[in-house]
């Protein structure tokens, strides 16, 4: 008979901040056109079994109707050496800034059999037509802090900025070479218990679309990155699958995918093993579809951080099914808004810290406190969620606000045993409501509670329209 003890879930987390931040192809040459780089200017800072084996990474996806049809701007056209030394940069830049002056559909091309050196850059759109950015071979930054160009933003390293209609694909890879950026000392793991020692801590994004649209990403092979693999700020209609992320399980700061201000998200198909958050989904995401993701060793799921500086977070309509965590553990408070529709259901467990875990009093610093405005969320559901935890967390942490509670939380068909041992650690609540629960949760409070704060959630509902 299953009892409480086995009600968690650590791949999904929602992280809230009390000071700072929260978490809840076809292959061919182009005639050589020797045309100006026109750089512009950057934006603004603005299920039980796992998933198949990436056997489907080899190969190129197939090319659509249209990319078959496509034109070819192959950058060693345009002078690319891909001997992994040569700076490569103008080669590149130059083979988008003629696709994108096209009219008919294209693709840039990074051949394979080469590797292609880029510096930090921008590619600036909108182009005249949809473009494919087709990597074959593989393509890097430079080799680590003291490599990267003093006068360039080693916050990121390529920026796709105002794109609409593109897809970055290939058999190919993408290496960050990010050793050199995580053995800084700043970095947490450098310092003794954890801690990171003074230092310039900067450190890029490999991947980064920025107010952009009718997005895909797919087969690619990406590894060692310094920070985030991918980002999306402010985007639409994005489709990411089959990829293969890996770094390693202690390379801070490494997200696999993060949105931001991003809707319309399917993210399906992929293996993502990293030293941070598998999929991180920030503030002003709506409509995210995870399914069939094989996540860890990694810090799993998370929504979060939220809250930031007593800024307004929405979230909502986040579904994740079908999908392994294993080896995954987890590092929300201050702010408002409202975080609702939150769907994980079919998930297999595989020894996982904090498996469910609901954190409003999440702080990475030392002087954070309990704030009396909070992220209103409701309308969570889990289901069939099975396997083992980390017996060193206890499985279910609803650590909701003083303030604002947590409402509408249902749990079904949880199944989760301690990973080593047969004691079974008891559940965590603070100011949780929900019902539904099977097994039951006793510490869960049932019925609804006296205030619920209607304004974070009319916030939210007016940022949609």
Known sequence: MLTCSKIFLLAFAFFFFTDTEGRVH???????????????????????????????YKNSPSPSPIQSIARVYNVLS???????????????????DTACLQNESAILLAPDDYSFMIQPTIFTGPCK??????????????????????????RQWLVFYKIKGMSMQGGGVIDGRGEKWWNLP??????????????????????????????????????????????????QNVIVQMLSIKSPAQSPNTDGIHIENTNNVQIHNSVVSNGDDCVSIGAGCHNVDIKNI?????????????????????????????????????????????????????????????PIIIDQYYCLTRNCTNQTSSVYISDILYTNIK???????????????????????????????????????????????????????SCLLGGIPQFLPQNNIDQCQNNLY
């Open 186 to 235: 700043c970095k947490p793991h450098k310092g003794a218990n954890g801690t990171a020692l003074p230092g310039p801590c900067d450190s890029p994004v490999a991947i980064r679309f920025f107010v952009s649209s009718d997005l895909t990403l797919q087969g690619l092979r990406v590894k060692n990155i310094p920070r985030f693999h991918f980002r999306f700020d402010n985007c």
């Open 294 to 354: 094989t996540c860890g060793p990694s810090h799993g799921i998370s929504i979060g951080s939220l809250g930031i500086r007593n800024s307004r977070a929405c979230v909502s309509n986040i579904t994740v099914t079908d999908s392994v965590i294993k080896y995954s553990n987890n590092d929300m408070a201050g702010g408002y808004g409202s975080v609702s529709k939150i769907t994980f259901h079919n998930i297999h467990m595989e020894t996982v810290r904090n």
């Open 129 to 154: 037509t949809t473009l494919a950015f087709q990597i074959d071979g593989t393509i890097m930054p430079p080799d680590g802090p003291e490599a990267w160009p003093s006068k360039m933003n080693n």
């Open 26 to 56: 076809a292959k061919s040459r182009s005639k050589h056109l020797d045309i100006v780089s026109h750089v512009s200017l950057p934006p603004a800072t603005a299920p039980p079994q796992p998933p198949a084996s990436p056997s489907y």
């Open 387 to 441: 396997g083992t935890y980390d017996v060193r967390s206890p499985p279910l942490h609803l650590a909701c606000s003083d303030s604002v509670p947590c409402t509408d939380l249902k749990l079904s068909e949880i199944e989760l045993l301690p990973a080593q041992g047969q004691f079974m650690a008891n559940p965590f609540c603070w100011n949780a409501y929900g019902n539904l629960t099977i097994p039951p949760v």
């Open 78 to 96: 345009f002078g690319a050496v891909g001997d992994g030394l040569t700076d490569d940069t103008r080669a590149f830049k130059m083979a988008w």
